[in-house]
């Protein structure tokens, strides 16, 4: 009877700490995880949604050097982030204000950077996250990857955070996933016409240098539904779209999510 019971209570234990990641534990990774509903779960200290079955997501930043501790029930499990080799990317032509801004501007840069940071920092309990990206325009070209180090008109920039696809201006573009827009903006000063959508739990999906934008702040979109158009807006020297992924501020690559092997 005794051995009964401890084989009944090691069942129990196993069970209720099954969980599984979708995702690779590299720099720059987007990781979907699922644990038993009603788990309780921390992404090193931060304490994380957790949909009714039981999906969680988050992410790896582009420079994380230590080991990530995931904690489901009070129990930790520790996944070894490994590193990447970033390109190292030089871009000429641009206009000098959108490399080195003057002085009038920096108030306007500032109060954009603050609705982006405001729209990313939502922590909604949508559950769109957790379905399969979709890639948001057709037949284009990769021309920029996500952690290259950028070198501007000869000046040493921010590493690019995002994907850019080259193809014709005016061409449609697709949302990537389910999401409530929560930025519509036509003219920002370095991303230009940029849209962000939120799709719950800290995950956004943001669109820069957009020529048209054609959905409004609140409104709800379904993956495939036309956003937009692409444009060359902003800090751009030719026709590209850029989107970008984020689990709240740690900026994400977006093919880890789209499944692109660049």
Do not use: C
């Not at 995702?23 to 509903?37: C, N, R, V």
């Not at 992404?43 to 999906?55: L, P, Q, W």
């Amino acid at each position: 009877m005794r051995v009964i019971l401890i084989i009944i209570f090691l069942s129990i234990t196993t069970s209720s700490f099954a969980v599984t990641f979708n995702g690779k534990f590299i720099q720059g990774s987007f990781i979907l995880g699922k644990a038993d509903p009603g788990s309780e779960v921390f992404i090193d200290k931060k304490k994380v949604r957790v949909t009714s079955e039981g999906f969680f997501a988050f992410g790896l930043s582009r420079d994380r050097k230590n080991d990530i501790v995931i904690t489901v029930n009070k129990k930790k499990i520790v996944k070894k982030v490994l590193k990447r080799k970033y390109n190292i990317q030089k871009i000429d032509g641009l206009e000098k204000k959108k490399v080195t801004p003057p002085k009038e501007v920096y108030e306007r840069i500032k109060r954009e950077n603050k609705w982006i940071g405001e729209a990313r920092a939502i922590n909604s309990n949508l559950v769109f996250f957790k379905n399969k990206f979709a890639i948001p325009v057709e037949n284009a070209i990769i021309t920029g990857v996500y952690g290259s180090q950028r070198i501007l008109n000869g000046k040493l920039k921010w590493p690019h955070y995002g994907l850019d696809f080259a193809v014709e201006e005016g061409t449609k573009i697709k949302a990537m996933l389910d999401g409530i827009v929560t930025m519509a903006e036509p003219d920002l000063f370095y991303t230009g016409g940029t849209l962000i959508f939120d799709h719950g739990h800290g995950i956004s999906t943001l669109y820069m240098h957009m020529e048209k934008i054609l959905v409004k702040k609140g409104q709800k979109i379904k993956q495939g539904d036309i956003i937009g158009t692409v444009g060359s807006t902003g800090r751009a020297t030719g026709a590209h779209l850029d989107v970008r992924l984020n689990w709240f501020n740690v900026r994400l690559d977006p093919a880890t999510a789209l499944n692109i092997n660049k």
